[in-house]
C-alpha cells in the first residue's frame, strides 16, 4: 500500500484501525516521523564502512544505566506531602498534586483505590494496566475480575453487605508504568510513603500483598514462589504474600496453591472475630 498516496480521511481510518488493534502506544518516548528528511543524506558508502568503535558510536553507545539510587529529594517530599494528609480523600489529593514521579505524565488517571475503605482486609496490588488507566479504579481488569472471584469464593467482595466482608483495594504504584513495564525501584521507593500512610488510614486487620512488586516494596524482598503461603509482617500488619492474579491467568496450575491462601486468608479473618 502507498501511505504517501492516501488522503487524510484514508490515513484517519488507517490508524484507528491499528488503535482497534491495540496498537495505543508509541514506542519511543516520542513519535518518530519516518517521512522526515534527514538534514543531511547518509552517505551510502561504495566499499564496506570501517567498523564504528562500539565506544563512540552513537548508534551502538548503550543508554546511561539509571542511577540505582531512590531520588531523595522525591522520597522526602512524598514523606511530607503523605504525613500531611488526614484523611484518605486528602491522601488521593496529595498522591494526584505529587509531581516527582515520570509515572504520572504518562497516565491518563491516577489510580487510588477502590472497595470498602475500613475493611478489615486490604490488597495491595503492583500498578495499574490499560483498564485500570483508563477507568481510574484499581483491578478492573481480567486480572481484577479474577481477584473479584477469589474474594468470592471466600465470601468477600470490594462491596460487600456485611461491612465485615468488604475488601479495600489499591497498589504501589497509582499510574501505569508505560508498555506495563515493572516500576523501578527509585519509582517504588517515592511511592511507598504514600502506600504507608494509606495502610495506616484505611487501618486494614490485615494486608494481602499480591505479586512480588507488593513484596518488593513492602518487605523489601521479592520471589513469590518461597513468600508466597505464610503470614509475615508489613507496615506493622499481618501480611499474606500471594500469586498475583494476573500470573495465575498466565499459569493456571498455580491456583490451587492460591486457594490454599485463600483459605488462610479467611480462617486468620474468623480466628480473629471470634477473639473480639
Ligand atoms: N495489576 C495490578 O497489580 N493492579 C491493577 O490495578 C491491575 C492489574
Known amino acids: 500500500m502507498q501511505v504517501d498516496r492516501l488522503d487524510h480521511h484514508a490515513l484517519r481510518a488507517l490508524l484507528e484501525w491499528q488503535v482497534e488493534l491495540g496498537a495505543t502506544e508509541a514506542i519511543c518516548d516520542a513519535p518518530v ?31 546511561a544505566a539509571p542511577s540505582a539510587a531512590p531520588d531523595q529529594d522525591a522520597v522526602a517530599a512524598a514523606q511530607a506531602a503523605a504525613a500531611g494528609a488526614a484523611t484518605l480523600e486528602a491522601l488521593h489529593a496529595a498522591i494526584a498534586a505529587f509531581e516527582h514521579c515520570e509515572l504520572k505524565r504518562g497516565a491518563r488517571n491516577t489510580v487510588f483505590a477502590d472497595g470498602t475503605p475500613g475493611a478489615r482486609m486490604m490488597v495491595v496490588g503492583e500498578s495499574p494496566g490499560r483498564d485500570e488507566d483508563l477507568q481510574g479504579r484499581p483491578f478492573v481488569g481480567r486480572a481484577g475480575q479474577l481477584l473479584d472471584r477469589m474474594l468470592d469464593a471466600i465470601g468477600m467482595a470490594r462491596t460487600h453487605p456485611e461491612p465485615d466482608q468488604g475488601v479495600y483495594i489499591t497498589n504501589i504504584v497509582p499510574w501505569r508504568p508505560p508498555q506495563n513495564r515493572d516500576p523501578t525501584p527509585q519509582e517504588i521507593a517515592m511511592l511507598v510513603p504514600f502506600v ?22 513492602l ?8 513468600l508466597r503461603g505464610s503470614w509475615t509482617e508489613a507496615l506493622g500488619r499481618p501480611a499474606l504474600p500471594t500469586f498475583h492474579p494476573a500470573y495465575l491467568l498466565r499459569q493456571p496450575h498455580l491456583k490451587r496453591a492460591s486457594w490454599h491462601d485463600l483459605l488462610m486468608i479467611r480462617a486468620r479473618l474468623r480466628q480473629q472475630e471470634a477473639r473480639e
Open 196 to 217: 504507608a500512610r494509606h495502610v495506616q488510614l484505611a487501618d486494614p486487620d490485615i494486608l494481602v500483598l499480591v505479586g512480588n512488586i507488593a513484596c518488593q516494596a
Open 219 to 226: 518487605l523489601g524482598r521479592k520471589g513469590i514462589t518461597r
Open 33 to 63: 516521523n519516518r517521512y522526515e528528511v534527514p538534514a543531511k543524506a547518509p552517505r551510502i558508502a561504495a566499499e564496506a564502512p570501517a567498523p564504528a568503535s562500539p565506544a563512540t558510536s552513537p548508534a551502538v553507545m548503550p543508554a
